[in-house]
Structures are given as C-alpha cells and as structure tokens.
C-alpha cells in the first residue's frame, strides 16, 4: 500500500484497529460539544496512509452539517474516529490518539483548537 506500518491503536477491546505509518506532527484538543463529553485527542490523517480494520463493523453517528461520520466500537464503546462524508471539504480521517500508550501521546505537541 503506502509503506511500512509503524503506528497500531485499537479501541478497548481490540475490535476496531487503525494502522499507519508514522505519528502526527501535532494533535488537537477540540473543544466542540461532541469533543468536549469525548475527551478525544484527534490526529488528522490523508484516507491513503490509514488502514481500519474491525471484526464487527463499527456503529456510526453523524451530527452537525453532515460532514463528517463519527466510529465508535460496539462491543466496548470507544469513539475511535471519525471520516469525512460526500459533503467534506476535507477528505481526511481523524483518530482518536488517546488510543495510543500514555508515553507516545505525551510525545506530541498539542494544539487548542
């Protein structure tokens, strides 16, 4: 595809995974309503350089203008990312890095959106 991969997150119950091949330059800290009750940290990323795998395909919630989809797991809850609709400006995915370990998240700079 793109290269190795370097970079795995998953949800709690390792359901929904997300692969890539390196780590942002910097992370935003989204204060929306949505973000706010998530507690998410969000990556951006081009849909190229991100593989997402899920044996149960995850639940979805689309709120606001309708650009972009909201993913969580079913199984144990996590909101892992979210992937830009037909309406998007932006064609790019947004992962939640809170998935990653405590020590790597610290690592990246973060941006007060």
């Known amino acids: 595809m793109w290269g190795e991969i370097v970079v795995s ?5 390792e359901n929904v995974v997300l ?11 989204c204060d929306c309503p949505m973000c706010n009750r998530l507690g998410a ?3 951006d990323f081009l849909l190229s350089e ?3 795998s899920s044996t149960i395909p995850t639940k979805t919630y689309e709120w606001g203008n309708g650009d972009y ?3 969580h797991c079913p199984q ?5 990312h979210y992937t830009p609709t037909q309406l ?3 064609k790019e995915i ?7 370990a405590r020590k790597e998240l610290e690592q990246i700079p973060i941006d007060q959106a």
């Open 69 to 71: 989809v909201m993913h």
């Open 50 to 52: 991100v593989i997402v």
């Open 76 to 80: 144990c809850g996590c909101s892992t």
């Open 41 to 43: 940290l969000w990556g």
């Open 94 to 100: 947004v992962i939640n890095l809170r998935m990653l």
């Open 9 to 13: 997150v998953s949800c709690h119950c």
């Open 88 to 90: 998007a400006k932006n």
């Open 19 to 29: 692969e890539f091949a390196k780590l942002p330059s910097y992370i935003r800290d």
